[in-house]
């Protein structure tokens, strides 16, 4: 099972960016699907963006299609979430997670206890606007 740690949130104005980081440790990494998740305040956890093993497969929530970037260095056992044109509905504590899945895998069990899942602490992000 990998360990996760996130990094890069902050404090940011309403239209800036922020880079987001997940360091994975373990041996899995780079055959692991990873996604970030968002919680905001009094909301339920929501997955944001995937990306499977290589890279060629990968999904974004309607709300930031066009704004986020997920991307992935396995050489770097890191995932990252480049948010540009942040909104003050983007803030949130992000967390990163892997999946021994592919992304169609994660996005319909990610809701439900697994084993083999990863979590990662979380780091805020928040947005004023």
């Known amino acids: 099972q990998l360990q996760l740690v996130e990094s890069g949130g902050g404090l940011v104005q309403a239209g800036g960016s922020l880079r987001l980081s997940c360091a994975a440790s373990?041996?899995?990494?780079?055959?692991?699907?990873m996604g970030w998740f968002r919680q905001a305040p009094g909301k339920e956890r929501d997955i944001v963006a995937a990306?499977?093993?290589?890279?060629?497969?990968?999904y974004y929530v309607d709300s930031v299609k066009g704004r986020f970037t997920i991307s992935r260095d396995n050489a770097k056992n890191t995932v990252y979430l480049q948010m540009n044109t942040l909104k003050p509905e983007d803030t949130a504590i992000y967390f990163c997670?892997?999946?021994?899945?592919?992304?169609?895998?994660?996005?319909?069990?990610?809701?439900?206890?697994?084993?083999?899942?990863?979590w990662g602490r979380g780091t805020q992000v928040t947005v004023s606007s």
């Open positions: 997670a892997s999946d021994p899945s592919d992304v169609a895998g994660l996005l319909e069990s990610w809701r439900s206890p697994k084993l083999s899942r990863s």
């Open positions: 373990g041996r899995t990494f780079s055959r692991s699907t």
């Open positions: 990306i499977n093993s290589i890279g060629d497969n990968i």
